[in-house]
Nanobody
Framework: VQLQASGGGLVQAGGSLRLSCTASGRTVSNYALGWFRQAPGKEREFVARLRTSGGIAYYADSVKGRFTISRDNAKNAVYLRMNSLKPEDTATYYC??????????????????WGQGTQVTVSS
């Protein structure tokens, strides 16, 4: 499975961005899909996860209420809508796929496949 993330950019605080991640190589409809981010000098951190069944989503407390994860299985894609962006949201954002489709798995090591990252910069 290859994942390709896109949609990052420079935005002012309070603005919005929509990240996209498209999978190729095989369908990921049976995989849980997630987003992580990593700021310079910091560890990669969990942002959001969407299970395959029931549309159950999990979010980091820092983004809850501002970010929304969604998926389109027909397009083999996952999205992250980010509203009310803050300077502390600045990071490289990575999409990831987990062959274990259930529960709330938030460690980077839980995920099997990774995209290359897309930079999000929020100016104050």
């Amino acid at each position: 499975v290859q994942l390709q993330a896109s949609g990052g950019g420079l935005v002012q605080a309070g603005g919005s961005l929509r990240l996209s991640c498209t999978a190729s190589g095989r369908t990921v409809s049976n995989y849980a899909l997630g987003w992580f981010r990593q700021a310079p000098g910091k560890e990669r951190e969990f942002v959001a996860r969407l299970r395959t069944s029931g549309g159950i989503a999990y979010y980091a407390d820092s983004v809850k209420g501002r970010f929304t994860i969604s998926r389109d299985n027909a397009k083999n894609a996952v999205y992250l809508r980010m509203n009310s962006l803050k300077p502390e949201d600045t990071a490289t954002y990575y999409c990831a796929a987990d062959r274990s489709s259930g529960s709330s798995r938030r460690r980077p090591s839980d995920y099997d496949y990774w995209g290359q990252g897309t930079q999000v910069t929020v100016s104050s």
